[in-house]
């Protein structure tokens, strides 16, 4: 759709895709995989490595695991650590998440003895 | 295959509205309603609407008062919300002018409950907040604020496009089947489902995606009535 010269505003796509993710989480706060991907134009394989990241340093909940087999089977995740607009993104040395909302490290936790994390990532 | 995003007609028309108030004539008001039941994907349209213009998103509260609400804005634009009510619309005012935000209130229908404070001062500061900026402001709601909104004839008359989201229709679900599926979907089986689902999104996007994946397994060359067999589909649970 073409825009009027001199329109009184102008639309300022969000670029990066995780940001979208993230705009995306904040929103509708429990989430499967398959309802952030097509709204946030993000790519799987990007936005699994981002779920798996936000899991590990604390900012999601498992709300109900992985059901293997079933259409709707993902896992069910809960943001339970919304803590502002700017989306969180990981250190370079691979330790954590910086969270710029409160100028705060997040460091990835231990996988859990049961191995739960590795199974509802996975 | 990255996963794409449904251009219902519902996303249609808000995407077309959304474009109307960004061209709109100088000194025309740019206030749009988003309304609509759940389950219609008014929540998919908002977030993508969020991502297409980098607005300031915040969801009303039932505890909201004028300066709570003043606060949750300037939070969300990052910033210690300290000051007066006066000193923090100022932030709010400056950061939609100098990078061209609009402003996006979720959940709009805690302002208007009844017994509700501050109601109408909060209306006010949105209605003030768009004036002093231009920048769009979009109020999203249930399917009765419409109701509500038009009881205040002075808001109201400042809102310069109203959104219904609807239930889908048939060529919604056509629309729906040929994003999720690459497997040509029967007209015929999409007109059952269409049927069972009574236009809702989700359990169309679920049962649609189910076939897809047998689809693929069996290698069928088509989403059909044969191939299908009995026409029960999900229409329950997530």
């Not at chain 2, 909104?149 to 008359?157: G, H």
């Not at chain 2, 009574?198 to 191939?227: C, F, P, Q, V």
Request: charged residues 30%; hydrophobic residues 40%.
């Amino acid at each position: 759709m073409s825009r009027n010269v001199g329109s009184i505003t102008r639309k300022r796509a969000v670029t990066d895709a995780r940001q979208r993710a993230w705009n995306a989480m904040r929103i509708l706060k429990t989430f499967t995989l398959a309802d952030v991907g097509p709204v946030a134009d993000i790519g799987e394989r990007n936005l699994r490595t981002y779920l798996n990241a936000l899991y590990r340093s604390g900012y999601l909940a498992v709300e109900r695991p992985k059901r293997n087999g079933h259409v709707n089977g993902h896992v069910v995740w809960r943001l339970t650590r919304n803590s502002g607009a700017k989306r969180p993104h990981p250190l370079r040395d691979g330790s954590g998440l910086y969270d710029p909302n409160r100028d705060q490290v997040y460091p990835y936790r231990e996988e859990a003895p049961d191995g739960t994390l590795a199974e509802n990532v996975a | 295959m990255k996963p794409k995003i449904a251009m219902v007609k519902n996303l249609q028309r808000l995407m077309e509205a959304y474009d109307a108030v960004e061209n709109r004539d100088p000194g025309a008001d740019g206030m749009v309603l988003l309304y609509g039941q759940t389950g219609v994907g008014k929540t998919t349209g908002l977030i993508h609407l969020l991502n297409q213009t980098d607005a300031i998103y915040v969801e009303a509260s039932p505890a909201w008062t004028l300066g709570s609400m003043y606060r949750a804005i300037v939070t969300e634009i990052g910033v210690d919300p300290r000051g007066t009510s006066a000193d923090l619309e100022r932030y709010i005012v400056d950061e939609m002018l100098t990078k061209n935000r609009p402003l996006f209130v979720d959940e709009l229908d805690y302002l208007l409950m009844p017994g509700a404070k501050d109601t109408l001062r909060m209306l006010e500061a949105l209605r003030s907040l768009h004036d002093k900026t231009r920048m769009p402001v979009v109020m999203v709601g249930m399917d009765k604020i419409e109701t509500k909104i038009k009881l205040r004839e002075q808001l109201a008359r400042r809102v310069f496009q109203w959104v219904k989201f609807v239930d889908l229709d048939l060529e919604d679900a056509r629309i729906l089947a040929d994003t999720l599926s690459d497997i040509p979907v029967e007209e015929r089986w999409l007109e059952a489902l269409f049927a069972a689902c009574k236009g809702r999104i989700a359990y169309l996007a679920l049962n649609l995606k189910s076939a897809r994946r047998r689809a693929k397994s069996g290698r069928w060359d088509a989403i059909t009535m044969e191939r299908w067999g009995a026409p029960t589909f999900i229409v329950g649970g997530r």
